[in-house]
């Protein structure tokens, strides 16, 4: 939406309470009325040209004005407009019961359908515009009534199985910086697929806030879950977890990776990564801390060595939002994790770090590190042959600056080349009526520590101002109060006159983006195209690509919502989970919540993709902050063909591999194993490739740029392949 009151002539100031609308002079739109407290009533005349089509009904008595019959136009401005005729609803206010509709032009054929309470129908084809039909329900038809078909959902809540609630302790951030414009400290929990105990199927893990224990699920095969105790799971965390990965260090040795944030204490002591080693029964804590506390963890095979590396994604200094923060690479050497000193350089002071994938954009066999950066751009760090050069300018994504929260890839578009979908804050928020410019945020050192000023650009003051009031900026400044005695000067000056000689010590940094969007991988640059309006309405986190429905074309899932903004911001909370149906040509289309089946109305955060019962339908798991963790069965799909990939023994899994399957000549689209993507979550190793026709072969590119094209067994269900290109038919 746009802001149009001064352009359509509502300019005037003053305190209104009623409105109401009505065809006051007959001319077929609709003018308004408006109530003025202490003031004559304000009317304004519609003097709009554009076509249009009114309706007014005739009920039979004693409903002589068809209330709550709706009403249809067919072949307009859109192919079709509907309005229910309603008295009251408006706030102590009843619109004329007219109805006007956009014809779009003179000449479209159109036809008005009117379905009134009784349950009979008026239909009045042929109609032209710039008329005003009134409909008469004496001469409606009876209707026929139609069995109604409510199609199954394609996902089937089965949250029971698991019955898993996150525990989130309280924390104050508003006592540490007081003009925080969102809580810090409620930003988890992980999720994470993984098969910890190497029976061949894929166990759910859930990470934990402070004062809870990390939650493991095993998988028994047949549908079912087992929450697994004793240590080390037993073992209360004195951090909130971020990040949490399943990871093998050798045969048989499975350990859990769980990012430790030591944004509440402050401390640079501590591990930086928790290694849960469920078959020791330890936890190892050697992982190195440092001042930045932990948020995303991603695992890639950086020189193709057949060996990953850690990635431990600094999300944030604590006390000290929005400085940038480090982040740190880990190389495992002779059974234990070492700084990767030279790459580590590269991401110190690299930003705020939300999510993290390791990705290959320019299919040569080696992983690019993909950052999502609250206050900047999606950061691009080129591999090249082991060591990372930041390309983000050059590939033209540094202007795209954003808030941008979680991170994945894959072939939307079906060319072989990974696009990158980040998501973002969306556009239903309080600052979307400030975006004329981007928005920005001043921080620099005060008496207590770091204090920040968020500001925009207020086009008809033509200044940038703070985005709060006297009181709340004071708390930050205290200076400031001594500058204004009044709100109303304070309201009338800008960030340059309120801030002072403050202003000129300050770092500035900038949000023009807050669209959750994909970026189309062209080679050589990156084409943005913002997600349907539905993926808009609300924060989003997690982003998953898989392909839901198994028509051969990926989809992608967000996670949504956030409630713990500051006290005086209203929560953000439009979200349920959504499922954005992809058409191969990387459009997207928003799937109704009554069709996917999935209704999260929580602030979800991590999710992550398995197949867990082994049915060729990927399912899905969505974490919530301080509530039920939920899961969903995929009952409703195309089953696919299921592939597991046999690595080297440093990465038996083959993360970082990428695989298509072969349908005669044409190739279906990438798709690559992640140790580690979307919001702080991994995806199941096994992949469900989908099959609209059955596929002749399957090619893949290991880490390092091996590649090789395998023959498909007819009817095979689930397939292993090698790094040799040996495939092995499992069903």
Same mark, same amino acid.
């Given at each position: 939406f746009k802001e149009v009151g001064k352009e359509w002539g509502f300019s005037d100031e003053g305190v209104s309470h009623g409105m109401a609308l009505a065809d006051l002079d007959g001319d077929g739109d609709l003018d308004v009325v408006v109530n003025n407290l202490n003031g004559p009533a304000g009317i304004y005349r519609n003097e709009s040209n554009a076509p249009r089509v009114a309706v007014r009904l005739k009920g039979r008595p004693p409903n002589t004005r068809g209330i709550g019959a709706k009403i249809w136009l067919y072949g307009g401005a859109v192919p079709i407009q509907s309005q229910e005729v309603i #008295?009251?609803?408006?706030?102590?206010?009843?619109?004329?019961?007219?109805?006007?509709?956009?014809?779009?032009?003179?000449?479209?054929?159109?036809?008005?359908? !009117?379905? +009134?309470?009784? =349950?009979?129908?008026?239909?009045?084809?042929?109609? *032209?515009?710039?008329?005003?039909? %009134?409909?008469?329900? @004496?001469?409606?038809?009876?209707?026929?009534? %139609?069995? *109604?078909?409510?199609? /199954?959902?394609?996902?089937?809540?089965?949250?029971?199985?698991?019955?898993?609630?996150?525990?989130?302790?309280?924390?104050?951030?508003?006592?540490?910086?007081p003009l925080l414009w969102k809580k810090l400290s409620q930003s988890g929990p992980g999720v994470a697929w993984y098969d910890v105990d190497g029976d061949g199927w894929e166990d759910l893990i859930v990470g934990s806030g402070k004062g809870g224990v990390l939650a493991v699920y095993r998988n028994d095969g047949r549908g079912g879950f087992q929450r697994m105790s004793g240590a080390p799971l037993a073992q209360i965390t004195t951090r909130d977890q971020t990040g949490v990965l399943g990871w093998r260090k050798g045969p048989g040795q499975t350990v859990i990776l769980a990012g430790s944030a030591n944004y509440e204490d402050g401390l640079a002591l501590g591990a930086s990564v928790r290694q849960y080693d469920l078959a020791a029964r330890t936890i190892d804590d050697r992982l190195p801390g440092q001042l930045s506390s932990t948020g995303p963890l991603a695992l890639g095979d950086v020189n193709g060595d057949g060996q990953l590396s850690l990635f431990v994604g600094g999300r944030v200094i604590p006390g000290r939002y929005p400085e940038a923060a480090s982040s740190?690479?880990?190389?495992?050497?002779?059974?234990?994790?070492?700084?990767?000193?030279?790459? &580590?350089?590269?991401?110190? /002071?690299?930003?705020?770090? $939300?999510?993290?994938?390791?990705?290959?954009?320019?299919?040569? =066999?080696?992983?690019?590190?993909?950052? @999502? #950066?609250?206050?900047?751009?999606? *950061?691009?760090?080129?591999?090249?042959?082991?060591?990372?050069? %930041?390309?983000? $300018?050059?590939?033209?994504?540094?202007?795209? &600056?954003?808030? +941008?929260?979680?991170?994945? &890839? =894959?072939?939307?578009?079906?060319?072989?080349?990974?696009?990158? !979908?980040? $998501?973002? +804050?969306?556009?239903?928020?309080?600052? %979307?009526s400030h975006r004329a410019q981007p928005l920005r945020v001043y921080y620099g050192e005060a008496v207590g520590g770091l204090a920040l000023v968020q500001a925009y650009y207020d086009a008809e003051m033509n200044k940038v101002v703070p985005e709060e009031g006297l009181a709340l900026e004071a708390k930050g400044l205290p200076f400031i109060r001594e500058r204004y005695n009044t709100h109303r000067e304070y309201a009338q000056a800008s960030v340059d006159e309120i801030l002072g000689d403050w202003l000129k010590r300050a770092r500035e940094l900038r949000a023009g983006t807050l669209e959750t969007v994909v970026f189309f991988n062209?080679?050589?640059?990156?084409?943005?195209?913002?997600?349907?309006?539905?993926?808009?309405?609300?924060?989003?986190?997690?982003? #998953?690509? @898989?392909?839901?429905?198994?028509?051969?074309?990926?989809? !992608?899932?967000?996670?949504?919502?956030?409630?713990?903004m500051e006290s005086d911001a209203t929560r953000c909370d439009a979200g349920r989970g959504l499922w954005l149906r992809g058409d191969g040509q990387g459009n997207l289309s928003a799937v109704s919540g009554q069709e996917s089946g999935v209704k999260v109305y929580g602030e979800q955060r991590g999710a992550a993709l398995c197949d867990y019962d082994g049915d060729g339908r990927v399912d899905l798991v969505v974490s919530q902050n301080g509530a039920e963790t939920k899961l969903y069965h995929n009952t409703g799909g195309k089953a696919g063909l299921r592939v597991r990939l046999k690595g080297p023994p440093g990465n038996p899994q083959g993360v970082g591999a990428q695989l298509r399957l072969i349908f005669g000549q044409r190739p279906g689209p990438m798709r690559e194993l992640h140790g580690g993507s979307g919001y702080w979550s991994q995806d199941s190793a096994v992949q469900v490739m989908s099959t609209p026709q059955p596929p002749s072969q399957v090619w893949v590119r290991w880490p390092g740029g091996k590649t090789i094209t395998t023959s498909i067994p007819p009817g095979a269900k689930e397939i292993s392949i090698n790094t040799d290109g040996s495939l092995e038919k499992i069903r």
């Open positions: #008295c009251g609803g408006r706030y102590l206010s009843s619109d004329d019961p007219v109805r006007a509709f956009a014809a779009g032009t003179p000449s479209n054929e159109m036809r008005i359908e !009117v379905r +009134w309470r009784a =349950g009979r129908r008026s239909v009045v084809n042929g109609v *032209k515009a710039n008329r005003i039909y %009134e409909i008469d329900e @004496a001469g409606a038809a009876a209707m026929r009534e %139609e069995p *109604k078909r409510e199609a /199954k959902p394609v996902f089937e809540d089965v949250s029971q199985l698991i019955q898993h609630v996150h525990h989130e302790e309280a924390f104050d951030d508003s006592q540490r910086q740190m690479l880990f190389r495992w050497r002779e059974g234990k994790w070492g700084v990767d000193v030279e790459n &580590t350089k590269r991401f110190e /002071k690299v930003g705020l770090v $939300s999510g993290a994938v390791f990705s290959d954009l320019d299919n040569d =066999g080696r992983p690019e590190m993909i950052l @999502a #950066c609250e206050w900047g751009p999606i *950061k691009v760090f080129h591999n090249e042959a082991g060591r990372f050069k %930041e390309m983000t $300018s050059e590939l033209g994504l540094t202007g795209y &600056t954003g808030w +941008w929260n979680g991170i994945t &890839t =894959g072939d939307l578009d079906g060319d072989g080349r990974l696009d990158i !979908v980040a $998501s973002n +804050w969306g556009r239903n928020t309080r600052y %979307e062209r080679g050589d640059h990156f084409e943005i195209k913002p997600l349907p309006v539905e993926a808009q309405l609300a924060p989003a986190f997690a982003v #998953c690509v @898989a392909d839901y429905d198994g028509d051969g074309n990926e989809d !992608v899932f967000l996670s949504q919502n956030f409630f713990a």
